[in-house]
């Protein structure tokens, strides 16, 4: 019972169960339409590669030598690395807190970044090493730098080619000093070997010589000095000579050189510098850390100088302090006899002191940051609230101080005086001596803790990931082509778009034969055939048996049995289609003509190895009647009728009544005459002829024009009253799926010819 009534209600229309059922269904319908879908653009996406695989290939491979050439000239770089450590310490005695509120604040690690870049730190360097001398030799663009790094012989090496004026390996200079003229800084000059005796001639930029010499010896002149230590050469080798700007100088040094914290706030400096001369890289970078010690050390030396002539300033003042405080101590206790303190008054003696220390340092440390700062800087600001606190410290004893007895008042206020004094003269003057000894200890707060080493492997993309990458460019070019030029050829490669866009059915799609090719090669040497014929298992063939099946049942309301083949333009495919669509028609016992209406250019008559006199134009003019130009061909039941000698003025033979007239005799004696016509844009034969005829089959090509060429061919015909029956789409790829393009405008050019 309960089993009859669910059922009844699933089957009931209208049920909450037969409406889930259904959206399922529709679910189930659009997830089945977007996989087709994903897997059409796939598809698509393939077939295109397949398309352009050749020139996919040929991109990639001239990606892939450039990949070659590039692993070849690449000038290797190399990296040197080092490791310095910024230290809380400021001297070689030890920390030294107590001077820390005169030496002022520790540099932050930012700050030591940027001294190690400077112009002062590098400079020093530049100077030292001659960076501002650059002599290499000259070797020729691109490949001659390759060369020369793998030339490893003793001697220089002969040149290539005759090219003796560079240099292909061996070549070795050394330039110890190059003075030039302010106005040649950073200007290229050139030196040539003169001799094997070490000879040689220094060229300016407009190739005058400026000087001669000798290696071992100086050579001045005309502003221009110049002392080369070492040059082995072939005569006539050239080298690049240049004496740089120290800012030039400085800027190429930076340019190769870095430096970063490792890690946060480790306070470890990590340098590095890159360059094509490992050993000179490690040289340099040693040279820029031993530059940036010393001056470090300079620094905190000059620091620790400076706080001692101040503080050696202070010291007369306050000894003159204390002499005075004791004096006047002493005057009064001998006036008034022995006088004590008792244990609460020397207690507020001992508090008032520490106040009056500390306030006399502060106002000290005061005076030294002023030498630096402004009044608003936090630092100074600081140190005034500090006083302000103290100063309220010292209020509060002066009230207690003031409860004593006139006497107690009074030795406590000269016992106070003198212990103040007596104290911060003391610790001025160890602070002195402090500093004394610092100054001549002073071994900075930086230190080197792994010195330069030169990586044994050049840095940057092994041989292996340029190739790798090069391959991967050259693909993505060949994509940017490829895709470039379907954007800029817009051209129909899916009979789905005329039909969607024109309209008219496509009633055959005939695949690509590359049979026919051969055939058709063929046929230029004078010897032709037929697709249909020698080859009728051919997937061509096939689709154009289709063809006939269809055109059987769509021209049976036609009025006459003629039919209509043309194009848009030449090299559709017409003439192929309309030779074998006949081939097939008379294979099924139907009685076919093929009249080749072509009148400019028609060739049909050479495919059945006939003559093109006696045809059309002849029996239009009257000099021959029907039976003469009818040809029999080796396919029974199939006649051709050539276009005749090609006269001067086609259109206006077509339009004649007798071609009417003859189309209109073939329609008695033939089942089905086929008209291979001239295209209907280059012409308006087509129009003419398609007045006549029963119906009107237009041939489209993949990917030979655009869908607006095809627009502007059936308007052209609807204009002249015939309308296109429909589509055959020759030449399909058929590795290709289905394919969906945007269309632009597009401007229709062409031209035939007789």
């Known amino acids: 019972m309960d089993n009859d009534q669910s059922q009844t209600t699933f089957n009931t229309p209208g049920a909450p169960g037969r409406s889930g059922a259904q959206a399922q269904t529709q679910s189930m319908q659009q997830l089945s339409s977007e996989d087709e879908d994903e897997g059409l653009a796939l598809g698509e996406i393939i077939a295109v590669l397949m398309d352009y695989r050749w020139l996919i290939a040929a991109v990639s491979l001239f990606a892939l030598v450039l990949g070659l050439a590039w692993v070849f000239v690449a000038k290797p770089v190399y990296r040197a690395d080092g490791l310095l450590q910024v230290e809380e310490k400021s001297s070689g005695m030890g ?19 940027e001294i190690l870049s400077s112009r002062m730190v590098l400079g020093r360097v530049v100077n030292k090493l001659k960076l501002d001398i650059v002599a290499v030799p000259r070797t020729l663009p691109l490949i001659g730098g390759a060369v020369a790094r793998r030339y490893d012989g003793d001697e220089p090496s002969s040149p290539w080619l005759g090219l003796s004026s560079f240099s292909w390996g061996g070549d070795r200079i050394q330039v110890d000093s190059l003075e030039v003229p302010a106005a040649a800084l950073d200007q290229p000059l050139t030196l040539v070997a003169a001799g094997d005796d070490g000879g040689f001639e220094v060229l300016d930029r407009d190739d005058q010589v400026v000087l001669k010499g000798m290696a071992g010896t100086r050579a001045s002149g005309e502003g221009y000095s110049i002392f080369v230590a070492q040059l082995k050469a072939r005569p006539g080798t050239q080298f690049r000579l240049a004496k740089l700007s120290r800012e030039t100088a400085v800027e190429n040094l930076r340019r190769n050189f870095s430096v970063k914290e490792r890690g946060k706030k480790s306070s470890l400096l990590e340098v590095s510098l890159v360059g094509g001369d490992p050993e000179r890289i490690g040289m340099v970078l040693d040279d820029i850390m031993n530059a940036y010690l010393r001056q470090n050390v300079e620094r905190r030396s000059a620091e620790a100088e400076k706080t001692l002539a101040f503080l050696e300033t202070q010291l007369p003042a306050l000894k003159t302090q204390v002499d005075s405080a004791e004096a006047a101590y002493n005057n009064y206790r001998q006036s008034r006899g022995s006088l004590d303190l008792s244990l609460e008054t020397q207690g507020v003696l001992k508090s008032l002191v520490e106040v009056e220390n500390a306030a006399v340092l ?40 003031e409860a004593l007895p006139d006497t107690q008042q009074t030795v406590l206020r000269l016992a106070r005086d003198v212990e103040v004094s007596n104290r911060l003269y003391t610790e ?57 030029l379907r954007a800029l050829r817009v ?37 032709g055939a037929l697709l249909a014929v020698s080859f009728p298992e051919d997937d061509a063939v096939e689709s154009l048996r289709g063809l006939r099946t269809t055109l059987h049942f769509a021209l049976l309301d036609a009025q006459r049995n003629s039919l209509l083949i043309t194009g848009s333009s030449p090299g559709l495919g017409k003439s192929f289609i309309s030779k074998n669509l006949g081939v097939v028609l008379a294979q099924v016992g139907k009685r076919v003509v093929i009249v080749d209406a072509d009148l400019r250019r028609g060739h049909i008559h050479k495919e059945f190895g006939k003559e093109r006199a006696l045809g059309v134009s002849e029996y239009v003019a ?69 007045r006549h005829v029963g119906a009107t089959l237009m041939i489209a090509r993949s990917g030979k024009h655009p869908i607006r060429e095809l627009e502007q061919a059936i308007k052209r015909l609807n204009q002249a009253g015939v309308e296109v029956k429909g589509f055959v789409f020759n030449d399909l790829n058929v590795s290709r799926q289905r394919y969906r393009y945007g269309y632009k405008g597009y401007v229709y050019r062409y031209s035939y010819k007789n």
Not at 95 to 113: F, I, N
Not at 378 to 394: H, M, S
Not at 430 to 445: E, P
Not at 659 to 668: D, M, P, S
Request: contains cysteine; charged residues 20%; glycine residues 6%.
């Open 95 to 113: 920390s030294l807190k107590a001077l820390q509120p005169l030496l002022g604040e520790e540099t932050s690690v930012s700050a030591e970044l």
């Open 362 to 401: 502060l106002k000290q440390e005061r005076d030294e940051l002023r030498q630096r700062f402004t009044a608003e800087h936090p630092r100074i600001q600081a140190v005034d609230n500090k006083l302000q606190r103290l100063a309220e410290r010292r209020k509060a004893f002066d009230a207690e101080v």
């Open 428 to 484: 001025l003057l160890n602070t002195a001596q402090q500093l004394r000894v610092s100054k001549a200890g002073t071994v900075g707060d930086v230190r080197i803790i792994d010195s330069a080493v030169v990586a044994r492997q050049a840095i940057g993309a092994k041989p292996i990931a340029i190739l790798g990458i090069a391959l991967l460019l050259g693909v993505l070019s060949s994509m940017v082509i490829i895709w470039l």
């Open 491 to 527: 051209v129909v490669e899916d009979p789905e778009i005329i039909e969607s866009q024109l309209g008219l059915p496509v009633y055959a799609t005939v695949p690509h034969s590359k049979t026919e090719l051969d055939l058709h090669r063929k046929a230029k040497s004078g010897v």
């Open 622 to 690: 009257g000099q021959a009647p029907l039976d003469a130009i009818l040809k029999t061909t080796s396919v029974a039941n199939l006649c051709v009728v050539s276009t005749g000698q090609i006269p001067p003025n086609p259109s206006e033979l077509l339009m004649h009544q007798r071609f009417a007239l003859l189309l209109a005799e073939l329609g008695e004696r033939f089942d089905t005459v086929i008209v291979d016509a001239p295209p209907v844009l280059a012409v308006s034969d087509a129009a003419i002829i398609g």
